[in-house]
């Protein structure tokens, strides 16, 4: 249990963990009638674990999002888990055909060897578009492909910001699948290059400059160092990669660097082979890139990932409800669990 692990650790260590995150554990109790208790048990796998559960609540003091762990809810679906993924038809969809079945941009598209851009139809922004790499099917796409739509980004980043020199500020979205939001099952990214930074990056910017006014010290360096001193960070090529405490949803990676390469893509690539060995086939990538140019207040920001699972795909439940909207993240998954899984994947080939 994390206070545990927390009041293991070192006292340096153990004051940047406070100064951070705060921790409450709770339990709840509840009386099973005779009526339920067949179905409690087969459902949970004992009436003891039912009568009663503890809950781990876990906030961060400095973004204010908050976790609230208890396992048992991972337990409460009738739907038997998917173990193996998706299938996809051959039938050519209109991303299939982007030349002829999406619009372009006003300087027209950027094409590399796997991926074209188009114009989103229904856009977000006065700047918002679309990577489309060739290959169907988002679950099967390989690194190089991963690498060269992350690239192709990055020219259309620039090629908006010649034809606007006050967007400055980019962004990229992978929603995959329909659990996720999107509306093609085709592999695509979205890309937005906007005028003022858009309103969650640019809070957590002023959250981590508070940080450093008050601490002396850089937020997501701290961030980093407590989640690996815990067991669930390690560094991959300069990128830090840690399963985050305080996720928005189930199972959220998060990862930063100073560096644009080809490390960052290999680890987004060998997380999400990670995932697909936890049966998540559906999932939100959002990646925040520093403004392409000088912006006060904006130096020395990294890019930043985030991936988070957005449930299976055999559910017609969603995963996210009025406690994730309004109040706290609800999570059924156990980070040191998924922590170990992501090692594993790094540490391979």
């Known amino acids: ?22 921790v409450e554990v709770v339990v709840g109790r509840l009386k099973i009638p005779p009526t339920l208790k067949s179905f409690a048990k087969e459902r949970f796998g004992s009436l003891k674990a039912v009568k009663k559960q503890t809950i781990v609540k876990v906030v961060n003091k400095v973004t204010f999002e908050g976790a609230f762990y208890n396992q048992l ?11 193996q993924p998706p299938t996809f038809t051959e039938e050519k969809c209109m991303l299939c055909n982007p030349k002829n079945q999406t619009a372009e941009d006003v300087f027209g598209r950027i094409e590399s060897a796997y991926t074209t851009t188009a114009a989103n139809i229904a856009k977000y922004d006065g700047w918002h578009s679309l990577i489309i790499p060739r290959k169907h099917n988002p679950l099967k796409l390989s690194l190089k492909e991963l690498l060269d739509g992350f690239k192709t980004a990055v020219q259309w980043f620039k090629r908006v910001n010649r034809e606007d020199s006050r967007a400055v500020f980019p962004y990229l979205i992978w929603n995959c699948l329909w659990r996720a939001g999107a509306s093609q099952n085709h592999s695509h990214f979205q890309v937005m290059m906007s005028r ?41 090529g300069g990128v830090k990669v840690f399963v985050y405490l305080t996720p928005i949803k189930e199972k959220e990676v998060f990862m930063f660097t100073h560096n644009w390469n080809r490390n960052l893509p290999k680890v987004i690539h060998k997380v999400l082979e990670a995932y697909k060995s936890l049966n998540v086939y559906s999932f939100n990538l959002s990646m925040v890139f520093p403004p392409a ?29 009025a406690m994730e909207l309004y109040a706290s993240s609800i999570i059924a998954s156990n980070p040191f669990n998924i922590a170990e899984r992501i090692k594993g994947f790094l540490a391979s080939p």
Not at 4 to 10: E, F, I, N, T
Not at 305 to 314: A, T
């Open 73 to 83: 809810r991972a337990l409460r679906t009738a739907k038997k888990q998917e173990t």
């Open 1 to 22: 249990m994390l206070p545990k692990l927390v009041k293991k650790l070192p006292k340096k260590d153990k004051k940047i963990f406070h100064r951070i995150f705060e």
């Open 196 to 236: 003022k930074p858009y309103p969650k990056p640019e809070y957590l910017r002023l959250c981590m400059e508070r940080y450093r006014e008050t601490y002396g010290s850089n937020y997501l360096q701290d961030l980093y160092h407590i989640h690996r001193v815990l067991g669930l960070g390690l560094t991959y």
């Open 293 to 321: 140019k000088k912006v006060n207040g904006w130096d020395d920001f990294p890019y930043i990932v985030r991936i988070v699972d957005r449930g299976l795909l055999n559910q017609n439940v969603s995963d996210i409800g």
